[in-house]
């Protein structure tokens, strides 16, 4: 009996597994109580984003001598997961003005992709600490940039503080005052 199975097209986030694929059985329809033997394949190799062909896999003739079967094939689209911050990055704390450049933060870590930093919401994203040296607050705002697999993520931002250097009032010795009173 000619019958003609068409691959349910599917689709999974990166990183997922288990993905079975399904299909239907279209044109002349199966025996009352029949149930195909076997199953669809793909092979995703690495797994990474992209469109991988649903083949026939082991749902053949061979393995249903009742049945003509037709195939059509699908695909399985792997998309984008999400990247996430894992450790945020942290203001340094106690810097104090001493004119030199600092680091405002310690580095963060990210899931999926490369934690970046800017000073400014005008400025591009880099993978470099950003660093001040006049005393002030500054705000440092961070991302994570998504590699080819994975989605960007806004991130967030963190305050820091350079206080001034305290400067105390000096001490003059060996100076003899005199005072006149007329």
Do not use: M, W
Request: aromatic share 8%; charged share 15%.
């Amino acid at each position: 009996r000619p019958i003609t199975v068409t691959a349910d097209n599917g689709q999974i986030s990166y990183g997922s597994s288990g993905y079975i694929p399904g299909y239907q059985v279209n044109q002349g329809g199966l025996l009352d109580g029949d149930s195909l033997i076997g199953s669809l394949a793909v092979d995703i190799g690495e797994g990474n984003v992209g469109e991988y062909p649903i083949i026939q896999g082991t749902l053949t003739n061979e393995n249903n001598p009742n049945y003509a079967i037709t195939f059509v094939p699908g695909k399985l689209t792997i998309i984008k997961a999400n990247s996430s911050v894992t450790v945020a990055p942290q203001a340094v704390s106690s810097l104090r003005f001493n004119g030199q450049e600092r680091a405002l933060v310690t580095a963060g870590t990210a899931t999926g992709g490369t934690l970046q930093y800017r000073l400014s919401q005008n400025e591009s994203y880099s993978a470099t600490i950003p660093t001040g040296k006049d005393a002030g607050t500054y705000t440092v705002y961070y991302k994570v940039a998504g590699d080819s697999n994975h989605n960007d993520n806004a991130g967030g931002s963190v305050s820091v503080t350079i206080v001034p250097k305290t400067v105390e009032a000096p001490i003059i010795e060996g100076i003899e005052a005199q005072y006149l009173h007329t």
